[in-house]
């Protein structure tokens, strides 16, 4: 082969090793060949610097098969435009990324650093209202979308709730009445409603310019329906009034209660699965201001990706004002969000593979 082919293919394989998590043509195989996402480009052939791989017709289908013994470079997945290996790609743009910990004492999820952010920006006038999901008071773990003035209110609603919530309407009534400065949180589904009315030449926000809106994403694998998600734990003979916290965390789904504890695999609860779910290939809400949520941290702690300049404003201050405490993620932990993030990407691929 020509000199500069190599050396061209020697530097791929640096930056890869440098950059990016390397993966072997196996987990290509898995995730795009098998499941049918393969376009049938070939880069994943011509691409293997060891011509490891061959592409054959199969019932007229142009297939990736491994054909001689892989390296493991990575070559083949980062190229492939079907699979995800560029940290950018699956988390988006981060300028800086934490482990979080309220330090003021109130019912939280993991560190508390949601209920923080918005109890810092409520006392300091940075906004008017938080519009969060709370529990329908009657109707034990039934989200309803509350728009909050005063971090009373807020300590009122601690903890995840996993269903849907019309958190953007809630949102909207706000402004409708008066409040042009407020925060949101809510899953990346919400948050791209929120930056479509940013970005659309006739979106809200575009339109009228004093109009503010902060946003805080949820990191998010699946919300449930709620009939389907009562009928789960009723199979498991739990009584939805008894539970004290759900969580999600290292692909277990979590239920706590006053004197026990449960756990099952995310894929148990397929069944009851929001639909819109299927169609969502966000983990970490890649169009907010600052992302929360327990991958990548220890118990007790927020893993907080901050993406704008004002969230870098609004951590900061929570940090100088001593109502949080805060450390540098690590690199690693990075990569423990980013692979999560993967598994969610590549769960879109739920095609039958037609060879």
Known sequence: MPAD???????????????????????LEREVITTGACVECGSCVEGCPVGAISGSRIDNKYVPILTGECTSCGICYAM??????IEDNLIGNVKSAWKVRSLRNYRRQDGGAVTAFLEYMLENKLIEAAVIACQTPD????????????????????????THAPVVSEMIKGFKEGLFKQAIVGTACNIDAIERMESHQAGFFSVNTDAS???????????????DLLKFLKGEEIQIKDVKRFAISGGQFTVTMDTDEKSWPVKDLDSAAATSCAYCQDLTGLNSDISCGNIGSDDGWTTVLVRTVRGEKVLQGALKAGIIEAEELESKSVSAVANSARFKKNKFYSLIAPH
């Not at 492939?80 to 290996?85: K, M, Q």
Request: with cysteine; net charge positive; hydrophobic share 35%.
């Open 213 to 227: 809106i902060f946003k805080i994403s949820l990191f998010c694998m699946e919300s449930f329906n709620y009939a």
């Open 139 to 162: 109707i034990p773990w039934l989200p309803i979308a509350k728009r909050v003035t005063s971090k009373e209110e807020l300590h009122d609603c601690g903890g995840t709730i996993y």
């Open 80 to 85: 492939c435009p079907r699979a995800f290996s």
């Open 5 to 27: 082919y190599n050396s061209t293919v020697e530097e791929i394989q640096r930056v890869l090793k440098e950059k990016t998590k390397r993966f072997a043509f196996k987990k």
